[in-house]
């Protein structure tokens, strides 16, 4: 987990939240699903520390994703939900375990519990958008546009007329990055009653499964 937070934490600043989010639930699930299939003890440790970095590499983006979808007055409850997801994790993979070793083995749990993080992959390709404050920071001002209409309209609100991005806004935001500022201060009417707007339920949802289905499989491992 330490070695896949350093590597890709910083990750999902140059490539992308989802971009990075996507590709280590994968590997998280596809190495934690082959280490049912390990000969010995050695196996079962190289493929579970390959699991594990891609756990390492989902923890510190899953927050930050999370908390650049939601207004400053949400960030906290949801952000402390987000949290809880991965206690729910512990007492869903125990309670895994406990019915189903006995029953069919170690082996068939570890298959079990990959699946998880298959579908939260597959739930975040299909259904959440990039980071548009991520997407701004870069320049991109059209997909953070479009990422924002997307939203609106799978919650069923309209973005507000002054809503939209505008390309100085950009520079505001790459510059607030570089400095370690808020984003409220660089782009206020980017950042404000636009995003007060967003009811960015599918996803909020998306994101605590994802806790959920890490921490499922890295505790049954």
Not at 116 to 139: K, M, N, T
Not at 173 to 188: K, N
Request: glycine letters at 10%; proline letters at 5%.
């Amino acid at each position: 987990m330490l070695v896949g937070g350093m590597h890709w934490g910083p990750m999902g600043d140059a490539i992308g939240r989802r971009s990075t989010l996507i590709p280590m639930l994968a590997i998280n699930g596809a190495f934690g699903m082959l280490s049912a299939a390990a000969r010995n003890v050695a196996d079962l440790i190289v493929l579970s520390l390959i699991a594990g970095a891609g756990v390492g590499g989902i923890v510190p983006v899953v927050f930050s994703f999370l908390a650049e979808l939601l207004p400053a007055h949400a960030r906290g409850k949801f952000m402390v939900a987000l949290a809880s997801f991965w206690m729910v994790g512990f007492l869903y993979s125990a309670g895994l375990g406990w019915a189903m070793i006995p029953a069919v083995g170690w082996r068939a749990l570890l298959v079990l519990a990959a699946l998880p993080a298959f579908a939260a992959a597959a739930g975040c390709l299909l259904l959440l958008p990039e980071s548009p404050r991520y997407l701004l920071v870069h320049g991109r001002v059209g997909p953070a546009q479009k990422a924002m209409q997307r939203m609106a309209a799978v919650n069923r609100v309209q973005l507000p007329s002054h809503a939209r991005l505008r390309q100085h806004e950009s520079h505001l935001l790459a510059a607030a990055a570089a400095s370690g500022d808020s984003i409220s201060h660089a782009a206020p009417q980017a950042r404000g009653d636009a995003c007060r707007t967003l009811l960015v339920v599918v996803a909020i949802v998306c994101l605590w499964v994802v806790g959920l289905c890490v921490q499922v499989l890295y505790e049954i491992r």
